[in-house]
C-alpha cells in the first residue's frame, strides 16, 4: 500500500482545535468527505462512529486511527490531523490522544481493508516517529514526514 493513494497534502492539518472525540471525528469527517463528491460528511461522520461503538480505535501513544466501511466507495480515503491539545478519547489506558489518521475503506474488501489498517498501525507504532510527528512545525511537514516514513518502511520490508 502506498500512503499516498489515500492521504494528499490538502488532508493533512497540524495544531487542529477540537474540543472533544466526537468534534475531532467531525473535523476528520469533513476533510474525507471533501475528497469524493458522493460522499457526505454525515456518512463520514457516521461510519466512524459506527466503528468506536464497537471499541475505541485509539493505540498506545496518543495515536487514534477511526475508520469505517461505506457501501459504494471504490478506493480508501483518509486525513491525518495533529490536535493542538490532545483530548480524551476513551482508551483502554486513559490517555488522550493528539494523533488521528482517520480512513473510510470501501465496503466490500475485508481482507485488503485488514491489511490495509494494519499497515496504518504500523506506521504509528514507533515512539520516535510520533515524537517527530509533535515537533513537526507545519501540516506539509506532517504530510512529507508520514510518505517518507512509510516509503521507508516499505524499502526495508
Same mark, same amino acid.
Given at each position: 500500500m502506498e500512503i499516498e493513494t489515500i492521504i494528499e497534502p490538502n488532508r493533512v492539518l497540524r495544531n487542529v482545535e477540537a474540543r472533544s472525540k466526537k468534534h475531532a471525528l467531525d473535523i476528520l469527517s469533513e476533510m474525507i468527505a471533501g475528497a469524493?463528491?458522493?460522499l457526505s460528511q454525515g456518512k463520514v461522520f457516521d461510519s466512524l462512529i459506527c466503528r468506536e461503538k464497537m471499541g475505541c480505535t485509539a493505540m498506545p501513544g496518543g495515536v487514534a486511527i477511526p475508520h469505517g466501511c461505506i457501501d459504494g466507495l471504490d478506493r480508501a480515503i483518509g486525513a491525518f490531523v495533529k490536535l493542538g491539545e490532545p483530548v480524551d478519547y476513551d482508551t483502554p489506558d486513559g490517555g488522550p490522544v493528539d494523533l488521528m /489518521? *482517520?480512513?473510510?475503506?470501501?465496503? !466490500? $474488501?475485508? $481482507?485488503?481493508?485488514?491489511?490495509? &489498517?494494519?499497515?496504518? *498501525?504500523? &506506521?504509528? =507504532?514507533?515512539?520516535? /516517529?510520533? *515524537?517527530? &510527528? #509533535?515537533? *513537526? #512545525?507545519?501540516? =506539509? !511537514? &506532517?504530510? $512529507?514526514?508520514i510518505t517518507a516514513h512509510r516509503m521507508v518502511q516499505s524499502a526495508t520490508a
Amino acid at each position: 500500500m502506498e500512503i499516498e493513494t489515500i492521504i494528499e497534502p490538502n488532508r493533512v492539518l497540524r495544531n487542529v482545535e477540537a474540543r472533544s472525540k466526537k468534534h475531532a471525528l467531525d473535523i476528520l469527517s469533513e476533510m474525507i468527505a471533501g475528497a469524493d463528491e458522493d460522499l457526505s460528511q454525515g456518512k463520514v461522520f457516521d461510519s466512524l462512529i459506527c466503528r468506536e461503538k464497537m471499541g475505541c480505535t485509539a493505540m498506545p501513544g496518543g495515536v487514534a486511527i477511526p475508520h469505517g466501511c461505506i457501501d459504494g466507495l471504490d478506493r480508501a480515503i483518509g486525513a491525518f490531523v495533529k490536535l493542538g491539545e490532545p483530548v480524551d478519547y476513551d482508551t483502554p489506558d486513559g490517555g488522550p490522544v493528539d494523533l488521528m /489518521f *482517520a480512513i473510510v475503506l470501501p465496503q !466490500t $474488501d475485508n $481482507d485488503t481493508n485488514a491489511e490495509c &489498517l494494519r499497515e496504518i *498501525a504500523d &506506521l504509528f =507504532r514507533n515512539s520516535g /516517529f510520533l *515524537a517527530k &510527528l #509533535r515537533e *513537526a #512545525r507545519s501540516s =506539509r !511537514t &506532517l504530510y $512529507d514526514m508520514i510518505t517518507a516514513h512509510r516509503m521507508v518502511q516499505s524499502a526495508t520490508a
